[in-house]
């Protein structure tokens, strides 16, 4: 069963950067568009961003869009987010999650994603 383990969370001041990375225990990531998802304390999951297995989609939620990056190694079984110019409002713990559903492009329903990580903690305070 394909595994995630998300990485490179951390305590940035506002207006910092982080380079969250997703990486898979097999090269089937190559396979599947991958979403990244994030929950805030008290709030409900929500999804941030996407890229499609070969790259040649992506999607941004309005509130990162102009400010994240997402991309994809395939030949590290790894897909980032850089995500630049942090405000308090990022702060939430960030997961990754895989789409085995064939698609040209990938849609952040959350209901599509079939193995997920288990989340990375940012938070973004001066």
């Known amino acids: 069963q394909l595994q995630l383990v998300e990485s490179g969370g951390g305590l940035v001041q506002p207006g910092g950067s982080l380079r969250l990375s997703c990486e898979a225990s097999?090269?089937?990531?190559?396979?599947?568009?991958i979403g990244w998802f994030r929950q805030a304390p008290g709030k409900e999951r929500e999804g941030v961003s996407c890229i499609s297995s070969g790259s040649g989609y992506t999607y941004y939620q309005d509130s990162v869009k102009g400010r994240s990056y997402i991309s994809r190694d395939n030949a590290k079984a790894t897909v980032y987010l850089q995500m630049n110019n942090l405000e308090p409002e990022d702060t939430a713990v960030y997961y990754c999650?895989?789409?085995?559903?064939?698609?040209?492009?990938?849609?952040?329903?959350?209901?599509?994603?079939?193995?997920w990580g288990q989340g990375t903690q940012v938070t973004v305070s001066s």
């Open positions: 999650a895989a789409d085995p559903q064939w698609q040209r492009g990938c849609l952040l329903e959350e209901s599509r994603y079939a193995y």
């Open positions: 097999e090269f089937t990531l190559r396979y599947y568009a």
